[in-house]
Nanobody, 130 residues
């Protein structure tokens, strides 16, 4: 059974940075497209960034585009989300998820909506506060 564990969340001031990690066990990371999603209190789960397993093509939502980077290290079974220039509105629980159902040819960006992902971690909290 595939398991995902997030880490790296915390409390940071506006403008600060965090690097979130998503470590996979129970299978090899290179079999899955991985996505990061977040959910703020009282709101639905929304996409942040996703990365394919075929060639690492990425997709970013406008809310984080230009100030975040998603990357994967298949040898370490880990996907990272670097968040820079954090804003108050970035406060949320951040989840990583694995897509085992879709295959993407090289250069084709992944679907980055929660419905496309089968396996989920428990989340890590990011709080941006002054």
């Amino acid at each position: 059974q595939l398991q995902l564990v997030e880490s790296g969340g915390g409390v940071v001031q506006p403008g600060g940075s965090l690097r979130l990690s998503c470590t996979v066990s129970g299978s090899t990371l290179n079999a899955y497209t991985i996505g990061w999603f977040r959910q703020a209190p009282g709101k639905g789960r929304e996409g942040v960034a996703c990365i394919t397993n075929s060639d690492g093509t990425t997709y970013y939502y406008d809310s984080v585009k230009g100030r975040s980077t998603i990357s994967r290290d298949n040898a370490k079974n880990t996907v990272y989300l670097q968040l820079n220039g954090l804003k108050l509105e970035d406060t949320a629980a951040y989840y990583c998820a694995a897509d085992s159902s879709h295959e993407y040819p090289a250069t084709v960006p992944p679907m980055c909506v929660p419905q496309a992902y089968d396996y989920w971690g428990q989340g890590t909290q990011v709080t941006v506060s002054s």
